[in-house]
């Protein structure tokens, strides 16, 4: 069965960092890319970042570029996301997705909640 | 960026009655590969978005047969034949034609009336 699970979330203060975690299993984690995406409260589906099965390649949201770094070890099955000088609007439910050639968003995790706030 | 717009934003529905929501992009989804990457999500309340279709109108595995897609272009609709009890939630569009970004519906939130 496959499964995403998403760790790291918690209370972040403005211009603070934390690292989420997404521990993937039931499927070659190292035949997938990934993303993540993130969901403020009562709001809608917003893509984050994405990152090649290998590690090679990534992407960002304009929104999050230069502050968030995606990576992966392919090693232990396990997608994070690198949050650095954290703001307010960085606010969200986070979610890893799997991305199956194009087939995007078969998989999602539980999601963790990120709050920063002073 | 493609910006997708769906319609309406708050659909009311009878139980057993049909719904259809509309998602238009801003440009063509047709990728320089010849496919069309529009797949439609649901998320219930307080869970994570669950695929529903992919690639227009291939529905997911377990999707019940009452969720339909279609379309073409700029211009793609998600069907639900009867709609259940189960099927509250909000439905977004999202296309995975022109990355990055990749970019997702404001959302449709259903209701039963």
């Known amino acids: 069965e496959v499964q995403l699970v998403e760790s790291g979330g918690g209370l972040a203060q403005p211009g603070g960092s934390l690292r989420l975690s997404c521990a993937a299993s039931g499927f070659t984690f190292s035949g997938y890319w990934m993303h993540w995406v993130r969901q403020a409260p009562g709001k809608g589906l917003v893509w984050v970042s994405l990152i090649y099965h290998d590690g090679s390649a990534t992407d960002y949201a304009d929104s999050v570029k230069g502050r968030f770094t995606i990576s992966r070890d392919n090693a232990k099955n396990t997608l994070y996301l690198q949050m650095n000088s954290l703001r307010a609007e960085d606010t969200a439910v986070y979610y890893c997705?799997?991305?199956?050639?194009?087939?995007?968003?078969?998989?999602w995790g539980q999601g963790t909640l990120v709050t920063v706030s002073s | 960026d493609v910006v997708m717009t769906q319609s309406p934003l708050s659909l009311p529905v009878t139980l057993g009655q049909p719904a259809s929501i509309s998602c238009r992009s801003s440009?063509?989804?047709?990728?320089?590969?010849?496919?069309?990457?529009l797949h439609w999500f649901q998320q219930r309340p307080g869970q994570s978005p669950r695929r529903l279709i992919y690639k227009v109108s291939n529905r997911d595995s377990g999707v019940p047969d009452r969720f339909s897609g279609s379309g073409s272009g700029t211009d793609f609709t998600l069907k639900i034949s009867r709609v259940e009890a189960e099927d509250v939630g909000v439905y977004y569009c999202m296309q995975g034609s022109h990355w990055p970004p990749y970019t997702f519906g404001q959302g449709t939130k259903l209701e039963i009336k």
């Open positions: 997705a799997r991305d199956a050639g194009g087939e995007w968003g078969d998989y």
């Open positions: 440009q063509s989804l047709v990728s320089s590969d010849g496919n069309t990457y």
